[in-house]
């Protein structure tokens, strides 16, 4: 009896080093996570500066939230987010789903740019699609699910990019809110919830596009015109390289046969 009882202390001694490690830890835990998913996700690289989170009120703070642009796009960030705000149902966190109640981003500054054969955006939109689709594909072993009731996205900045524009456009983004995201069922992936903040984004940058008259056909157009251009002037500059090349190489040659025949004589 009186082992099985020093069992039981040294277990609850185990437990609780573990929980005051995690919670001395949650910051630096959570902050980690986000970086690993929202990278895994985007297939970018997403970082984030600074995480403080009150492990008994369920209240956290984000700040300093980057998403970088896909390949083949400037180095300008796709998204930087000020701060995120995050109310978490404290009973819920070791449940599954996690409710979160509430999660606010604010002042985003979303980058559409226009490139090649479509836009930043969509590029990304189609890889976190791709990821959302793998994660509930794999069914309930892919980590916990999650609740949202409110998702808003306030006081935002739509900065429009593109080749023939001499600087970017800013417009103000729509405020997006968001209800009840994976209430349906069981909860939903992080995966999924990215999905629909993508997608929800796409559309209140069309709106805000649409506002300021900005055609976006032409933008696109102009990209695609620029690509080719551009490949037109590496093909002829190409072309007149291998042509002086072929100039001096056939120079080489007549001095060579020259040289030949003033030895033979």
């Known amino acids: 009896m009186k ?3 020093i069992g039981v202390l040294v277990l609850v001694v185990i437990i609780a080093a573990g929980a005051f490690f995690l919670l001395g830890n949650l910051d630096g835990i959570v902050k980690a996570a986000v970086e690993k998913i929202g990278s895994d996700l985007t297939q970018t690289t997403v970082t984030l500066d600074d995480v403080n989170i009150g492990e008994t009120s369920g209240r956290g703070v984000f700040r300093g ?15 930087k987010f000020d701060e995120v ?9 070791l449940s599954d789903p996690v409710i979160i109640k509430e999660v606010v981003i ?3 500054v979303v980058v559409y740019e226009f490139g090649d054969g479509g836009t930043n955006l969509d590029r990304l939109n189609k890889k976190v699609q791709s990821k959302a689709g793998i994660s509930s594909a794999g069914g309930d072993s892919e980590g916990p699910k999650f609740i949202i009731e409110n998702l808003y996205l306030r006081g935002g900045k739509l900065a429009v ?17 968001l209800t009840d995201i994976g209430k349906e069922g069981r909860g939903t992936t992080p995966g999924d919830i990215a999905d629909q903040l993508m997608e929800a ?35 002829e500059a190409s072309g007149n390289i291998a042509k002086e090349a072929g100039d001096a190489i056939e120079g080489v040659g007549e001095a060579v046969k020259g040289i030949f025949k003033s030895i033979g004589k």
């Open 161 to 177: 990019q593109a080749p023939l524009l001499n600087e970017k456009i800013i417009l103000p983004l729509p405020t997006i809110h």
């Open 106 to 108: 604010i002042g985003p």
């Open 65 to 79: 939230f980057r998403v970088t642009n896909p390949d083949g796009f400037s180095d300008d960030a796709a998204f």
């Open 3 to 5: 082992k099985i009882l």
């Open 201 to 235: 984004i796409l559309a209140a940058a069309g709106n805000a596009i649409s506002g300021a008259n900005i055609d976006i056909g032409s933008l696109t157009e102009s990209a695609g015109e620029l690509a080719k251009d551009a490949q037109k002037v590496i093909e």
């Open 85 to 93: 705000s995050v109310i978490i149902d404290t009973a819920s966190i």
